[in-house]
């Protein structure tokens, strides 16, 4: 594994490489940090140059000033590494919030994609009118108002299955509890108004998956990746597990992975957008 540091608009992102092949950006969700994928991506070393990064103002990379966070800098942040440390295209996996970063990225920027798998995007917009789960950004918003970082860390980690019944890495658990105000007052705003751009990620010119984890049915954050999918014609396909299950049983997640990045990678070389 190699790392450093990636300037990007007034942020220095730090980034992790490993293996060799085909480019494989994995974007983490909240939290933002490399760490989330590091095991995923030991495992894919073998097949691709998986590139995993801490996003900006989280953990190790800078950027945390107060300011909003918007959804295209994070997307134009995704594209800065890909055209750096990738020769300006490369496969995305995104997860929760890399998810709608990565759904951004490719209606935003589809040169730098070459096919892209989002898992589990929390995109609580596209869900039908009075449906409970469309008020989750609200209310944590207003937790964190009233309780804090600790408070809203606590009523996330309640909503999200499998939490709490296997142990985090030590040191990523800590920078995870450093990042929690930079989720809650610069990252969350744009989270929740996001909704996905449904004729650009029609029109993509490569091949797009949505998923969700099988123990993750009727959850706020898998409903959306079916609905997604029936909206702008991607595939959909079931992972295993639970939401972080790339922590859980990351050999297991890689696998899955492994078939839908090689898949991709081959459909987008024969340019099949589907």
């Known amino acids: 594994m190699t790392d450093g540091m990636l300037a990007a608009a007034g942020a220095d992102l730090h980034y992790e490489v490993r293996g060799a092949g085909p480019a494989l ?3 983490s969700g909240a939290g933002g940090d490399a760490g989330y994928y590091s095991a995923v991506a030991e495992d894919l070393a073998d097949a691709f140059t998986v590139i995993t990064y801490d996003r900006r103002g989280n953990s190790r990379s800078t950027g945390r000033n107060g300011d909003p966070t918007t959804l295209d800098r994070q997307a134009a942040d995704a594209r800065a590494l890909i055209e750096g440390l990738a020769g300006g295209r490369a496969l995305v996996f995104g997860s929760s919030a890399g998810a709608i970063i990565g759904l951004t990225l490719a209606a935003r920027h589809p040169g730098a994609v070459a096919g892209l798998i989002a898992h589990e995007p929390p995109a609580v917009n596209v869900l039908p009118d009075g449906d409970p789960a469309r008020d989750f950004f609200r209310e944590l918003a207003a937790v964190y108002a009233g309780g804090g970082a600790p408070a809203a860390g606590r009523r996330f980690a309640q909503g999200v299955r499998g939490e709490g019944t ?3 890495p030590d040191d990523l658990w800590k920078r995870f509890l450093g990042n929690q105000d930079h989720l809650f007052t610069a990252e969350w705003p744009a989270l929740a108004s996001f909704v ?9 010119p490569f091949p797009i998956v949505l998923g969700a984890g099988s123990e993750d049915r009727g959850t706020y954050y898998a409903r959306p990746s079916i609905e997604i999918a029936r ?4 595939r959909w396909a079931e992972f295993p ?18 078939v839908l990045a090689t898949l991709l990678h081959w459909r987008g070389a024969a340019g099949a957008p589907a």
Not at 241 to 258: S, T
């Open 196 to 204: 996905p751009e449904e004729e650009a990620l029609r029109s993509a």
């Open 25 to 27: 950006l994995m974007i």
């Open 241 to 258: 597990g639970i939401h972080m299950e790339y922590l859980r049983d990351p050999a297991r997640f890689a696998a899955a992975v492994r």
């Open 231 to 234: 909206r702008t014609g991607a």
């Open 166 to 168: 296997y142990r985090w």
